[in-house]
């Protein structure tokens, strides 16, 4: 089984704090995704990756970047947190070169900003 | 730019009913795919069920099903002899085919079954 693996389900900061939301897969998968999720809106995306140093913005880039050093591990970074990044965040990866495979998700982490 | 819409935000159904949930897509692709995800309250988003735009047969899985619709861009679920366990959000998502797997989810449907 595919398993991403998010490293908190519930974090607390303060506004103005830098924050690193992690995500882990235990494959070799090329493309990984940063969603947020918000009621009434859905997921949108952040930011995604599909190698070692490649990331590419989604619709909603701003107030966020990303790393990814190495293929396992794709982290989001808030550089300065502000209260409207309040949220639930959800890692997801693409496990194979054929579009017809799903999207594999996180548990999610829900971040609060104070 | 391509657009989901899923136009129920709740619904609610007895158990062992039948229960659809909308979603309705425009695109100017022709390859492309489509997808259900099912979050349960515990949070982690699973696949339900997807259907690739060249088919004609309408997927099903298990108690899923959906009713595809490509002229009318229309991808709708079909829960028959709902269970408690279905008490979730349900997303609709799509894919164009090719280019960097990214998906455009609907804003989601919470769907809860009553005992």
């Known amino acids: 089984d595919v398993k991403v693996t998010q490293s908190s389900r519930y974090l607390v900061k303060r506004t103005g704090e830098k924050v690193f939301l992690e995500c882990v897969q235990d494959?070799?998968?090329?493309?990984m995704f940063w969603y947020r999720q918000d009621p009434g809106l859905g997921l949108r995306l952040i930011y995604f990756?599909?190698?070692?140093?490649?990331?590419e913005k989604g619709d909603i880039p701003e107030g966020y970047s990303v790393s990814r050093e190495k293929k396992e591990r794709f982290s989001l970074i808030l550089e300065s947190a502000s209260t409207n990044q309040t949220s639930m965040y959800l890692c997801?990866?693409?496990?194979?070169?054929?579009?017809?495979?799903?999207?594999?998700f996180g548990d999610g982490t829900r971040l609060s900003i104070l | 730019a391509q657009t989901v819409t899923q136009s129920q935000p709740e619904m609610s159904v007895q158990e062992a009913e039948t229960v659809t949930l909308s979603c309705t897509y425009d695109?100017?692709?022709?390859?492309?795919?489509l997808f259900w995800y099912k979050q349960p309250p515990s949070r982690q988003m699973i696949l339900v069920i997807r259907?690739?735009?060249?088919?004609?047969q309408n997927a099903t899985e298990n108690r899923f099903s959906v009713n595809f619709q490509k002229a009318a861009k229309s991808f709708s679920l079909k829960i028959s002899d709902s269970q408690l366990g279905d008490t979730a959000m349900y997303f609709c998502?799509?894919?164009?085919?090719?280019?960097?797997?990214?998906?455009?989810f609907g804003t989601g449907t919470r769907l809860k079954v009553l005992a």
């Open positions: 494959m070799d998968h090329e493309n």
């Open positions: 997801a990866i693409h496990t194979a070169e054929d579009s017809n495979q799903p999207q594999h």
């Open positions: 695109t100017s692709e022709n390859n492309y795919y």
């Open positions: 998502a799509f894919m164009k085919h090719g280019g960097t797997y990214k998906y455009i």
């Open positions: 259907q690739e735009a060249y088919k004609q």
């Open positions: 990756s599909y190698d070692v140093k490649m990331k």
